[in-house]
């Protein structure tokens, strides 16, 4: 079945350094993967999409890889700030109707 | 625009009991969704409408029951509640039948059954 692996434990980051999620899958060939940020006591927040013929996506200060080969994404946040401490989900799908599978997150703290 | 509703935020119940949990959006989404979410187990799907006038099970139905009132209303329905129902239930919606379906989400509702 279907496996989707973030980092279990919290990544803490100093201020101003880039962090960097990993998002690992397994038994699926997603045509997209999407990165959501969740804030507690909130609902998840879409951030980006990547397709599986993109190696790359930025939206100002996010960078999102896709490696269909390796079965991996990789979310970065550069110059970090306090503000971006959040849980960050991942979510490969295949596009259609039918919901997406989560992995269970990973909480950033980023350190002043 | 509010997005998508949810209503309560908390509610608490005794074993057996019944409830329903309201969700609305108002961005005329087609799709709509109901999520659980468990510390350790992440978001998992419960059922899920496609469009007005459909409804599918996703990865854990037991237990519940939905309604598609309309294309805005997607309802949750708790029968007899147990305590394994604990949980944050988000309600989203999407474009779908768009490229990728982004989803939107409400802000949830925390379910403790005693």
């Known amino acids: 079945s279907q496996k989707i692996e973030q980092n279990s434990e919290a990544l803490n980051i100093q201020e101003g350094k880039t962090a960097t999620l990993t998002c690992n899958y397994t038994?699926?060939?997603?045509?997209?993967l999407q990165w959501y940020r969740q804030d507690p006591g909130r609902g998840p927040v879409f951030l980006l999409l990547?397709?599986?013929?993109?190696k790359e996506k930025r939206k100002e200060r996010l960078k999102v890889t896709f490696d269909t080969t390796l079965k991996q994404s990789l979310f970065h946040i550069t110059a970090s700030q306090p503000a971006d401490s959040a849980t960050y989900l991942c979510?490969?799908?295949?596009?259609?109707?039918?919901?997406?599978?989560f992995g269970k997150g990973t909480h950033l703290i980023i350190q002043p | 625009n509010a997005g998508v509703t949810q209503t309560p935020k908390f509610q608490v119940l005794k074993t057996g009991q019944s409830m329903t949990l309201q969700c609305a959006q108002d961005?005329?989404?087609?799709?709509m969704y109901w999520y659980r979410q468990d510390p350790g187990m992440g978001l998992r799907l419960i059922y899920y409408?496609?469009?007005?006038?459909?409804?599918d099970k996703g990865e854990v139905p037991n237990g519940y029951n939905v309604s598609r009132l309309n294309k805005r209303e997607f309802s949750l329905r708790l029968e007899s509640a147990a305590p394994s129902q604990t949980s944050v239930y988000f309600c989203?919606?999407?474009?779908?039948?768009?490229?990728?379906?982004?989803?939107?989400f409400g802000p949830g509702t925390r379910l403790t059954v005693l």
């Open positions: 979510a490969p799908s295949r596009g259609g109707a039918d919901g997406l599978t």
């Open positions: 989203a919606s999407s474009e779908y039948p768009t490229e990728y379906n982004e989803q939107f």
């Open positions: 038994n699926y060939s997603p045509a997209y």
């Open positions: 409408s496609a469009s007005e006038g459909t409804t």
């Open positions: 990547i397709r599986e013929n993109e």
């Open positions: 961005m005329n989404h087609n799709s």
